[in-house]
């Protein structure tokens, strides 16, 4: 158009699919003027229109875009009504996939996976199903409560009859250096053993350690999957396990055949972790586990 001509043909073929971006530059874009007319439309080999924007004088950037294929030949139709001027032309295909919940504002309780809106998983739902007896607490497997309602003032949970026991040690006093176990005031340096256990019986989350009744060491988490975002040699994972489920950043964990991962953003439900893998090589794998 800068010789006069009316129509100018160009030919792009991008290689892979992906959203195709067009930009088109009029005339002198630190000038911003140009007195050109007209307009320029993009088609396929079989003259199917993909898009068209009107050229304006003084306008001089256009960006057009549309879903292209891969090694499909697209012909751009530049075509002056009145004026000349020079042009350029830039472009671009992006071929990583769009994150489907990008524009997506889900209501508090839920989250968005794969475009649509669903609910937060119930705490007491662990994936993948607990076995045998075990129970699912906050999201983890754990072994049946003996007394799940607790005990009254003055009684203990006894695990071997499953119920709520007189505690022999209610309101006890034993003098210095000594502890009650059983009804009975011991060397608190007494070491422990079968025959003598913690009294009163350790309750939910704590074990029996040397006659002391400690906090039980926290085992991994199952997780699953929600979302899978590629970050070119990384991804990043969205799992369903988050802060309540006491899950924190810095965190390790890994998914089985793949590889390991680490904790980088927790949110209430969820949390936000990066594996140092293309998100092909996650192939079909659905879960992962967090380590504690």
Not at 69 to 94: A, W
Not at 106 to 130: F, I, L
Not at 224 to 250: E, F, S
Not at 259 to 280: H, M, N, Q
């Amino acid at each position: 158009m800068g010789r006069g001509d009316l129509v100018d043909w160009k030919t792009v073929t991008p290689i892979e699919s992906g959203r195709a971006e067009l930009i088109v530059r009029i005339g002198d874009p630190f000038k911003g003027k140009h007195g050109l007319t007209g307009q320029v439309t993009v088609y396929d080999i079989d003259a199917r229109e993909y898009t068209r924007q009107p050229i304006e004088p003084n306008v001089v950037r256009y960006d057009l875009t549309w879903h292209a294929e891969g090694e499909t030949t697209y012909l751009i139709k530049l075509e002056g009504i009145g004026g000349k001027s020079k042009y350029n032309l830039e472009f671009r295909v992006d071929a990583s996939p769009s994150n489907p919940c990008a524009n997506v504002r889900c209501a508090t309780g839920s989250y968005c996976e794969n475009g649509r809106c669903v609910a937060e998983m119930d705490d007491n739902v662990c994936d993948p199903p607990c076995k045998g007896s075990a129970q699912c607490r906050n999201g983890r497997c754990e072994a049946p409560l003996s007394c799940p309602r607790g005990c009254k003032a003055g009684q203990v949970c006894s695990s071997k009859l499953g119920r709520c026991v007189k505690d022999a040690c209610h309101k006890k006093r034993c003098p210095s250096g000594e502890v009650c176990r059983g009804g009975v005031c011991r060397p608190r340096s007494a070491p422990s053993g079968p025959s003598l256990p913690c009294q009163p019986e350790c309750g939910e989350g704590t074990i029996c350690k040397r006659g002391k009744c400690v906090v039980a060491p926290l085992g991994p988490i199952a997780a699953k999957i929600v979302q899978a975002v590629p970050r070119g040699a990384q991804t990043n994972l969205i799992l369903n396990k988050g802060k309540r489920h006491k899950v924190k950043v810095g965190q390790r964990g890994s998914v089985k055949g793949v590889g390991s991962f680490k904790i980088i953003e927790v949110f209430e439900f969820r949390c936000k972790a990066v594996i140092s893998k293309p998100a092909t090589a996650l192939g079909n794998a659905k879960t992962g586990v967090i380590y504690r």
